[in-house]
């Protein structure tokens, strides 16, 4: 009996946690301003996923870029960020419109990735009839096979 209240005294020790409401930082980033923060940077991890190589050469800091243009500065960012992981629903629906963004910036690009394509094979089009106006023109073969006869029709009229 003894065993069965230590048992659920632990439990209830271990299950209560001190949770703390987390203070709205003075410098919090806006929601919109945190979307545009949050989809550019996932961009630049990408872009350096993608290609790492390439962006060490460039030598552009992703992370001094991303601050220098959305004028903000690293703890800032850090603490917004905080504040909302902590309020899960606001969270939720930032990161829904990061998502949303980055859907549209992939479909338009996708857009322009066609036009391209389109463009390229239209293009490619016109150098091949270029091509064959370039090349020997196609004489009709029964006006060509009336040219070789023609010599020997002269032979036989001068035999004549």
């Not at 960020?81 to 969270?91: L, S």
């Not at 016109?126 to 064959?132: A, P, Q, V, W």
């Not at 106006?133 to 035999?159: A, E, H, I, M």
């Amino acid at each position: 009996m003894k065993f069965k209240w230590l048992l659920i005294f632990a439990v209830l020790l271990v299950s209560c946690q001190n949770v703390e409401e987390i203070k709205k930082p003075e410098n919090l980033i806006p929601e919109q301003k945190m979307v545009e923060v949050l989809t550019e940077l996932s961009i630049l991890y990408s872009a350096k996923n993608y290609n790492k190589k390439i962006l060490e050469e460039t030598g552009l800091p992703l992370d001094s870029y991303l601050y220098d243009k959305y004028q903000i500065d690293s703890l800032q960012f850090a603490q917004s960020t905080e504040y909302y992981a902590k309020n899960y629903n606001q969270f939720e629906i930032i990161y829904k419109q990061v998502k949303t963004n980055l859907e549209k910036m992939k479909t338009g690009l996708e857009e322009i990735r066609d036009e391209e394509q389109r463009v390229k094979d239209s293009i490619l089009d016109l150098e091949i009839k270029t091509d064959s106006l370039k090349g020997k023109p196609q004489v009709n073969r029964k006006l060509r096979d009336s040219f070789k006869l023609l010599p020997t029709q002269k032979v036989l009229q001068r035999k004549d």
